[in-house]
């Protein structure tokens, strides 16, 4: 079982901190699709998720290789990213983990 939390922090930009913790009593392999094992979107509002406003993948190319990860029982894997120039408002943000064998995110809301 994978359990995941979001937390994102408004300062200079809006940093993104997501962190998966394997909360089994087994290893869990991971196979990520491609190069990009996270990938982050910004919603707007802060109650239902609204249109999309920024994604950390739109424009970018990624290496289009899969890899495999073990994360041992009680193991923490911790992946950080940074918006750059929100606009103010409310929002939404979820992170995805862009693995094969599970699907794995968390969403949270934030003002800007």
């Not at 920024?54 to 990860?69: E, G, H, I, K, P």
Request: aromatic share 10%.
């Amino acid at each position: 079982m994978l359990d995941s939390a979001l937390e994102v922090t408004v300062g200079d930009g809006v940093q993104f901190q997501f962190t998966v913790v394997n909360g089994s009593d087994r290893p869990v392999e991971l196979t990520f699709r491609d190069a990009c094992k996270v990938d982050y979107a910004v919603y707007e509002g802060d109650d239902e998720v609204g249109a999309e406003v920024w994604r950390y993948s739109d424009d970018r190319m990624f290496a289009q290789v899969l890899t495999n990860a073990d994360l041992q029982p009680g193991e923490t894997a911790t992946f950080e990213e940074t918006w750059p120039n929100p606009d103010p408002g409310d929002y939404t943000a979820e992170a995805t983990l862009r693995v094969v064998e599970h699907d794995v995110s968390a969403r949270t809301p934030f003002s800007v």
